[in-house]
């Protein structure tokens, strides 16, 4: 099936999970990243158990802030 | 690393960043690197606060995410974020330096410790041997 990574459409196997996915594209600081699917932002407790499905746009996002 | 901003660019967060005062205001940086190994920032990005305060700063990230998708529509590489300290020095405080995670960027803060002298300076962070290691970058204002 193919999928949509940060602008790049790419082909991936049959019942990707998010956290699968985080895993083959190497994201860096995990922790840290804010993950949308289809503009929808999804909670990092669900990473495990959503799969992705075809034609899906993701994008990840690096929690961005700080303090004085 | 040389960061370069134009003079219309730095203006408009300065004016967001008073605009937004007491609280920290915040935002993305964008543009090209070069082959001589500088920077060049082309689109400031003024995004909310969603802690709306003058402590500390979140990115919204739906604003966010739009910001990504504008720079991506027009060419652009994220470069990196900026952010206002509306009462402290131009400078990574321990929090800044903790949530700086992305060894690639420019952290670009806004001192307004003093109204009528703002500083604004660029960092990069970066973790080695578990610690994190702050380096001051070149910036130029033209």
Redo the contacts between chains.
Sequence with gaps: MKITVA?ERKEYDEGLTVSKLIEIENV??PE?V?V?VN?E?IGSDTFESHVLKEGDEV?F???????? | MIVKISKSDYGKILEYALSQRPDEACGLIAGEDKEDGSREIKKVYLLTNIDHTNEHFSIDPKEQLGAIKDMRSNGLKPLGNWHSHPESPSRPSEEDKRLANDSKASYLILSLEDENNPVLNAFHVETVDGEKTVRKEELIIS
Excluded: A, D, V
Excluded at chain 1, 61 to 68: A, D
């Design positions: 602008g860096e600081t840290y804010t949308s503009e932002f994008e996002l690096y929690f961005m802030g700080g303090g004085r």
